[in-house]
Structure formats: C-alpha cells, structure tokens
C-alpha cells in the first residue's frame, strides 16, 4: 500500500475519532437536558472555533511538516479528551444535567477543543493530493477523500449513538482516548517525501520571509484568481443556511426515532458518501468542476426543502440520502479548483482562509437558530398563527417547527444558487481553472498515480 493510502487510512480513524465525540456530546446533551438550545450552542461552539482556527491552522500547514501537524493534531486532542473525561469523572451530582452548570459547559469546551484540532487534517489533507497526486487525476483522488469521509460518518453516527446509549460520554471519552493514541502511533511510521514542497519558485519570500499567518498575502493570493473570491462567499452563503441543519438535525431526528436509531439510520445513510466517492473516484468531475458544485447545490437545496413537508422518518432519510449522496461532489469540485488555480506553497493558508470565511456566517446561524426556533418558531407552529393556518395539513407542535425552518433554509439556498449560476463571477472563474497550469503539471513532485 503506497503512502497515501496510509495517510487516508490514518485520517480515516481520527475523523472516526473526533465526530465520533461531536456526535456524542450532541446526542447526550440532548438526552440529558432536551434542550433545543444546547444543541444549538454545540453546533455554534463547533462552528465558531473551526471559522476562528482555519487561518492558523491553514499558517501551520505551510510552515511545517505535513507529517508532523498531524502528529500534533493527535497529541492536542488527547490533552483536551483526557482533562474532559477528568471533568466528566470530577463533576458534582446533576451538575452535567442542568443547562445553566458550569460544569456542563466547560465539559463541553474541552471536548469542543479536542474535536476542533483534528481540524487541521482537513487543511493538511489537500495539499498532500496536491503534492503526491499528478494534476489530471486529483478529482479522483478527491473522490477518495470524500469516500474516505464517507466511511467515517457512517462508523461515526453508529459508534455514537450506541455509545451513548450504552455508556454515555463515560464510554465515548475512553474510546476516543484509545483511537487517538493509535492514529498517533501509526503516523510515526509513515515517511511522506515532502521535498517537492521547498519548490516555491512564484513566490521567492515563502524561501527568505518570516513564517507567519500572512492574511494580507494569502488575500492577494485569493483576489488575483477571477472570481475564487466569489467562490469562497457563495460557500459562506452555504454554510450560513446548513448552519441551521447543523443546529436542529439531531433534534428534529430524534423527534422521530430512539437515540440508538437516529446513529443506525446516520450510519446506514452515510453509505451515500461511499458511493459517491467511488463514482468520482472512478468518472472524475467533468471538465468543469465548478459547474458540477452549482448543480449539486440546485438539487440539495430542493431536497431540503422537500424532506420536511410532513412529519415522516422515511421523508428525513431519503433527504438525508440524498444530501449525502451529493455532498463529496461539491467538496471535490471546490477542492480541485483550488489546487489548480492557487500556488501549492500558498495552499495551505488558502485552505484555511477559505475555511475561515465559509464557516464565518454559521456560528451566527447556529447561535441564533437554537433560541428562535425554541422560543419563536416552535410556539408559532405549536398554539400560535402557523399551526391554526397551515397546521392542518403541515403539522403541529415542536417538531414542526423546527421542519419549518428547513423548509425556508431551503428555499433560500435555491435563491443563491440560481443568482451564482448566473453571475459573471462563475463564468470568470470557470474560465482561470480552464486556462490554469500548475508547476507541477510537468513535474508531479512525486506524485502516485490513483485508479478507482
């Protein structure tokens, strides 16, 4: 096995690992407090910190050994996982019960962080399929990352939600805590061949310059692409509404079905992720990667706003289904437009910022959306004007308020979508990845070759 199956396999158990415990804490909470809006805290918690570390992390991935900020990944979530399950252990009785507890907040901060770190794998990650990949067949090893991923959320939801009902996050911590040691140690053996990275003939002050975040550099770097700007904030627009989905999901899953149900019905959905990244794997993304991203989001947003039309398990998973399915095709397409269009010894921090920028808008979403669905939204469709106008036929109640909110999530995304399809910015920016060529076109750094 070459490389970089290894590094798939390695990040495929640390994915496991830390969604795993983000999983878990959302299920849990839930459980322990029915709270709407710790759920919702969570998922902001989540997404602040991972829009605040992408520009650093993005600093760290070009400054430093690919090898080794992985490494370090591993060892920054084990210090977090191991003083949680200390605070876990510590903690008064009912303490990590009750919304309002301190302790309940800084168990959860302490996860968070340790789950966030893994974070920086993600950035790693492609640009290593820039550097040990030939330009021709990086969409297809993008498919890998995405199938890779695809087998870690279905691990992910099932491991979860067995966990929790098994051993709540007592259990959960200490599996973390075994899978993160063995992700570590199986890194210590690997060799990546990173001497293609020292080639940074565009850009002769990444060799001389200070090693630092540089945002005003990476800015320039992002400007001078037509329209990568205009990418970047049609993703934040994304983010912004999927941060309501990130918000409300689990709660409005486990409306439906038992806890040990929602993480199998999770596990068995998240095969759409493996099917999809062996067809990228195996047909690529077209000529026209960017294309690809604006239909996939045309036929999600749809969906979204389908899925919620009646209160119905089998409506949740086929829209679920669906989004999973559709989901690597539109991180490939961003991901291969990125390590064409952008010099690979910036990558890393435009990686990052792109990270930081997309994620920005759904801190604000998920803060905002767990409050107002539980105190506005929820009572509108329960007693209020929503349930007497179209509660006939929509539903009532809490569940169908948070349905409603998805519902108009949708609607929006398909708004944005339509307006991007057709803005000079797209067609700009189709135009510079067709008349982009990288350095590495004729020299691939080392490059292997991946076939489906």
């Not at 929820?378 to 349930?387: E, V």
Request: a neutral charge; proline letters at 4%; glycine letters at 12%.
């Amino acid at each position: 096995m070459t490389v970089f199956y290894n590094i798939l396999g390695n990040n495929l158990v640390a994915n496991v690992t830390n969604f795993t415990v983000w999983f878990a804490i959302t299920f849990w909470v839930f459980i322990e407090t029915q709270s709407v809006f710790a759920t919702g805290m969570i998922a902001g918690i989540y997404l602040i910190m991972t829009a605040a570390s992408g520009i650093p992390f993005g600093g760290l991935v070009d400054h430093n050994s690919k090898r080794l900020v992985m490494l370090g990944s591993s060892v920054v979530s084990f210090g977090f996982y191991a003083a949680a399950f200390a605070v876990h252990q510590l903690a008064p009785e009912g303490s990590l019960k009750d919304v309002a507890s301190v302790w309940l907040w800084a168990f959860i901060l302490l996860v968070m962080i340790g789950v966030i770190a893994g974070n920086i794998r993600s950035i790693a990650l492609p640009t290593l399929v820039t550097l040990m990949i030939p330009e021709d067949r990086r969409d297809k090893a993008n498919g890998l990352v995405g199938m890779v991923s695809g087998i870690g959320f279905l691990t992910t939801s099932v491991i979860s939600g067995f966990l929790v009902a098994w051993g709540g996050m007592f259990a959960t911590l200490l599996f973390a805590l075994g899978l993160t040691a063995l992700a570590f140690a199986h890194m210590l053996f690997l060799r990546i061949d990173e001497t293609a990275a020292a080639k940074t003939d565009g850009d002769p002050a990444e060799q001389t310059g200070p090693k630092r975040i540089d945002i005003s550099g990476t800015i320039k770097v992002v400007g001078a692409v037509p329209g990568l700007f205009a990418l970047i904030i049609f993703a934040c627009l994304n983010n912004f509404l999927g941060g309501i989905f990130m918000a409300l999901l689990d709660a409005y899953g486990l409306s439906l079905v038992s806890v040990q149900m929602w993480g199998l019905t999770f596990g068995v959905l998240s095969t759409a992720f493996i099917i999809s990244g062996l067809i990228i794997a195996k047909t690529g993304l077209g000529k026209n990667p960017l294309r690809t991203l604006l239909l996939v989001n045309l036929i999600t947003w749809g969906v979204c706003v389908l899925f919620p039309l009646q209160h119905s398990f089998w409506l949740l998973a086929g829209g679920c289904f669906v989004w999973m399915l559709l989901g690597p095709y539109a991180e490939a397409a961003e991901h291969t437009t990125l390590q064409k269009v952008v010099p690979f010894e910036r990558q890393g921090r435009v990686f990052g910022f792109a990270q930081s920028i997309e994620q920005a808008a759904s801190p604000l979403t998920a803060f905002l959306i767990g409050p107002l669905t539980q105190f506005v939204v929820i009572p509108f469709m329960t007693d209020g004007w929503g349930a007497r106008t179209i509660g006939g036929w929509f539903g009532t109640g809490a569940p169908r308020g948070m349905a409603l909110v998805f519902v108009v999530a949708g609607l929006l995304g398909l708004i944005v979508t339509i307006i991007a399809f057709n803005s000079k910015y797209y067609r700009q920016l189709s135009a510079a990845y067709a008349n982009s060529k990288n350095d590495d076109d004729d020299d691939s750094g080392g490059a292997v070759p991946v076939t489906a």
